[in-house]
């Protein structure tokens, strides 16, 4: 089975870039659910190796950033993709609406305490693109602060990638159709009732306004160094089997290799030197000398 999902996933850096281009039933060349869950599972356990390579050389980090509207799969993502890396190593973080604390300093101050160290993986469930796309479609702020906010998401993004952050952007893109169908679920489970909430429902109205400011990001910020990956989410067996995919082939390409333990140094012998006095007798009678001569 052929992976170029980068290559048929990723946004071209530079290049014009149209979302509703992309067709979010799109499978590639995988023709049904079985096919999918199996490549995926021999990439949950591919993954666990190369977490423990990661771990162990700790050299690079890897920054697993998701972004979809709402009800795309991003929690479903990292509860699937991730069931095999040991939690010891990697961590998530949710970006909500920012605390006073952080809104008192700039956008990306948050963001990038959050950044995992070498050694780790870390998942942001939203990340520093909410103050291109939120901002953007509630008017929080004026578009000239938005629109130069993608320059300083490329320069942040470039200065992780300069400190060996291996740096993974997806947004995981759904139909209106699926995220109510989606929605319509949730109201109807029990045990998903507690997902869906009114906000969902009014933010549903400005999917066209998210659409446009998602289109601006992925074409703007998408880099040979950081480049996005636009999934297609509405069949979360693909998604799941396409997000896995990627993040093994890339963090293959890094060639890591684990540390070979140096060998500990040769215990330091005693001195060998044939002058000095090796007994007790020998000794007295140097000191005795000392006591003449003075």
Request: glycine letters at 4%; one cysteine or more; proline letters at 5%.
């Amino acid at each position: 089975m052929k992976n170029d999902l980068r290559e048929r996933l990723e946004v071209r850096p530079g290049k014009k870039f149209r979302l509703r281009d992309c067709d979010p039933d799109d499978t590639a060349y995988i023709d049904n659910k079985e096919t999918a869950l199996a490549a995926q599972h021999k990439n949950t356990c591919h993954l666990e190796e190369l977490h423990d390579l990661l771990y162990a050389e700790q050299k690079h980090a890897v920054l697993i950033i998701l972004q979809g509207m709402d009800a795309s799969g991003k929690d479903g993502t990292i509860k699937h993709v991730m069931s095999g890396v040991n939690p010891a190593g990697c961590t998530v973080t949710s970006f909500k609406v920012p605390t006073a604390e952080e809104a008192a300093h700039d956008f990306l101050w948050r963001i990038h305490r959050e950044v995992p160290r070498r050694g780790y993986i870390g998942i942001f469930n939203r990340s520093q693109y909410e103050d291109v796309l939120v901002t953007r479609v509630h008017k929080l702020v004026s578009p000239d602060v938005w629109k130069s906010r993608h320059d300083r998401i490329n320069e942040f993004e470039q200065l992780l990638v300069e400190n060996n952050v291996l740096l993974l952007k997806f947004f995981l893109n759904i139909s209106k159709e699926e995220q109510k169908r989606r929605f319509d679920e949730r109201r109807d489970q029990a045990d998903k009732n507690w997902k869906i909430s009114d906000a969902d429902a009014r933010e549903r109205v400005f999917w066209n306004d998210y659409h446009e400011a998602y289109q601006d990001a992925l074409e703007k910020c998408s880099t040979k160094y950081a480049p996005w990956y636009v999934v297609p989410a509405n069949k979360k067996w693909f998604r799941n089997y396409a997000v896995s995919q990627i993040i093994v082939d890339a963090m293959q390409d890094l060639d890591m290799k684990y540390p070979v333990r140096e060998p500990e140094p040769e215990p330091v012998q005693p001195s060998s030197d044939s002058t000095a006095p090796r007994t007790r007798e020998a000794k007295a009678a140097k000191k005795g000398k000392r006591s003449k001569r003075s």
